[in-house]
């Protein structure tokens, strides 16, 4: 019943920025966890962000701490990922996902079970 869809991604060089979005079609959005993950070719698909029910908490991967940004809105059913200071080696396939059980929040891709198709980020040197 829950149907997730990234937009925003594209090319841009480094050092730009990106805004990615996740539009959540269920209707308890807001009891839910969301986390953000890449994957680059050739590699395997890894945590990138993550936010609480309520968007009071978040967690980032090491790699893009201090650059990138989650938020959510929770009255537009709406999950964000803001891409600052992209490098190269940034570039994958970004995927949304929702976590399976309501309140909980973890940096686990097993702890999500709706995915949405992917937005492609390309940075270039």
């Known amino acids: 019943q829950v149907q997730l869809e990234e937009s925003g991604g594209g090319l841009v060089q480094a050092g730009g920025s990106l805004r990615l979005s996740c539009a959540h079609s269920g209707r308890s959005f807001n009891v839910y966890a969301m986390g953000w993950f890449r994957q680059a070719p050739g590699k395997e698909r890894e945590f990138v962000a993550a936010?609480?029910?309520?968007?009071?908490?978040?967690y980032y991967a090491d790699s893009v701490k201090g650059r990138f940004t989650i938020s959510r809105d929770n009255a537009k059913n709406t999950v964000y990922l803001q891409l600052n200071s992209l490098k190269p080696e940034d570039t994958a396939v970004y995927y949304c996902?929702?976590?399976?059980?309501?309140?909980?929040?973890?940096?686990?891709?097993?702890?999500?079970?709706?995915w949405g198709q992917g937005t492609q980020v390309t940075v270039s040197s």
């Open positions: 936010i609480n029910w309520s968007g009071g908490s978040t």
């Open positions: 996902a929702k976590a399976s059980r309501p309140v909980l929040t973890s940096t686990a891709l097993d702890f999500y079970d709706y």
